[in-house]
């Protein structure tokens, strides 16, 4: 995978940052040594490990599953949000 001005530029807008021109060429290749460190994960052959940590065993104790609504706490919640209406935050459209 190649980390160009596109890709820069895509993720800028998804995570709603502005990134100077001066500072692309230096996260170009930040982003694209972070890329080649995961993929040399990849090629690390683990099936004959087993896995020091599982949430499968063991665990977490379970309790019973009882909603509650505190319209209070939920208007005064929506009172600090940047946007929202009929008690849903409103938030940018981030899937293209």
């Known amino acids: 995978m190649t980390v160009d001005d596109n890709l820069i530029a895509k ?7 502005e990134i100077d021109d001066s500072r692309k060429e230096k996260l170009k290749s930040e982003l694209g040594d972070i890329i ?7 090629e690390i052959d683990v099936s004959g490990i087993e896995a020091t940590f599982s949430t499968i065993e063991g665990g977490t104790p379970l309790r019973e599953d009882i909603s509650n609504q505190d319209l209070e706490l939920s208007n005064h919640i929506l009172k600090h949000a940047p946007k929202s209406e009929d008690g849903y935050f409103i938030v940018p459209k981030i899937i293209e």
């Open 11 to 17: 993720l800028a807008k998804l995570s709603s940052l």
């Open 36 to 42: 080649n460190f995961v993929e040399n994960l990849n």
